[in-house]
């Protein structure tokens, strides 16, 4: 099984790559996970993503396509995985089919999570993250039991720079003019479907079971 989760930043993404990935037991890859990580190793390609990054911008598409076709390629994609935040361009979408025919694969389901801009806003501007140990929380919805402070392993927890509004609404417009076009290009092959990620994250995921269950009837 070889998904791709789709959606504006802020769409609930990687809420709902988490249960995907625990129900059907696949890796979740996300190329912003794998970023995130190379900058706090302060490596040369996480140095160069971050310029990109605190600026609202998409990292180049030769640095991305790089780094998750090293991802691909490793055992745990062997019967299946999830992408979470790759392809983001119509380029990248080209070089990820190029790069699963050589491997012999191709995608299975595109799920596109649709949200609402002001919904959007509003979550990634009350999202924190600890930097120590990862965990997420929303000030609206999952706020930390002390303000600040991350409940799992006590460190602070802050507001990430491109969760700020001035950059969550340049990431918008960005995601409007480069990944929009990818619903076309996946609805062309019929592979793509929509779920409203408006809903609570435990109705949408149920509605993403029921595509995925489709999936499973057809093979």
Same mark, same amino acid.
């Given at each position: 099984?070889?998904? *791709?989760?789709?959606?504006?930043?802020?769409?609930?993404?990687?809420?709902?790559?988490?249960?995907? $990935?625990?129900?059907?037991?696949?890796?979740?890859?996300?190329?912003?996970?794998? %970023?995130?990580?190379?900058?706090?190793?302060?490596?040369?390609?996480?140095?160069?993503?971050?310029?990109?990054?605190?600026?609202?911008?998409?990292?180049?598409?030769? *640095?991305?396509?790089?780094?998750?076709?090293?991802?691909?390629?490793?055992?745990?994609?062997?019967?299946?995985?999830?992408?979470?935040? %790759?392809?983001?361009?119509?380029?990248?979408?080209?070089?990820?089919?190029?790069?699963?025919?050589?491997?012999?694969?191709?995608? =299975?389901?595109?799920?596109?999570?649709?949200?609402?801009?002001?919904?959007?806003?509003?979550?990634?501007?009350?999202?924190?993250?600890?930097?120590?140990?990862?965990? $997420?929380?929303?000030?609206?919805?999952?706020?930390?039991?002390?303000?600040?402070?991350? =409940?799992?392993?006590? =460190?602070?927890?802050?507001?990430?720079?491109?969760?700020?509004?001035? $950059?969550?609404?340049?990431?918008?417009?960005?995601?409007?003019?480069?990944?929009?076009?990818?619903?076309?290009?996946?609805?062309?092959?019929?592979?793509?479907?929509?779920?409203?990620?408006?809903?609570? %994250?435990?109705?949408?995921?149920?509605?993403?079971?029921? %595509?995925?269950? =489709?999936?499973?009837?057809?093979?």
């Amino acid at each position: 099984m070889r998904l *791709l989760i789709m959606g504006a930043p802020g769409a609930g993404k990687g809420t709902q790559a988490k249960l995907i $990935t625990e129900k059907y037991n696949i890796p979740h890859i996300s190329s912003g996970d794998i %970023f995130r990580q190379e900058i706090k190793d302060n490596t040369k390609d996480g140095q160069l993503a971050n310029k990109y990054i605190i600026k609202g911008q998409l990292v180049p598409d030769e *640095l991305t396509i790089s780094v998750i076709s090293k991802r691909l390629q490793k055992e745990d994609c062997n019967h299946g995985f999830l992408l979470d935040g %790759f392809p983001r361009t119509i380029k990248q979408a080209h070089a990820l089919d190029q790069l699963l025919a050589k491997l012999d694969l191709k995608l =299975d389901l595109v799920i596109n999570l649709n949200v609402s801009k002001d919904l959007i806003i509003k979550r990634l501007s009350g999202r924190r993250v600890c930097l120590k140990c990862g965990a $997420t929380y929303n000030l609206n919805t999952n706020p930390p039991k002390k303000e600040g402070i991350c =409940d799992r392993c006590g =460190d602070t927890i802050i507001l990430r720079d491109d969760d700020k509004e001035e $950059t969550v609404k340049m990431r918008l417009d960005v995601y409007e003019n480069q990944t929009k076009p990818l619903i076309k290009y996946y609805s062309d092959q019929k592979i793509l479907v929509h779920v409203d990620g408006n809903l609570n %994250f435990r109705d949408t995921f149920k509605e993403v079971v029921k %595509f995925i269950g =489709d999936l499973d009837g057809k093979h």
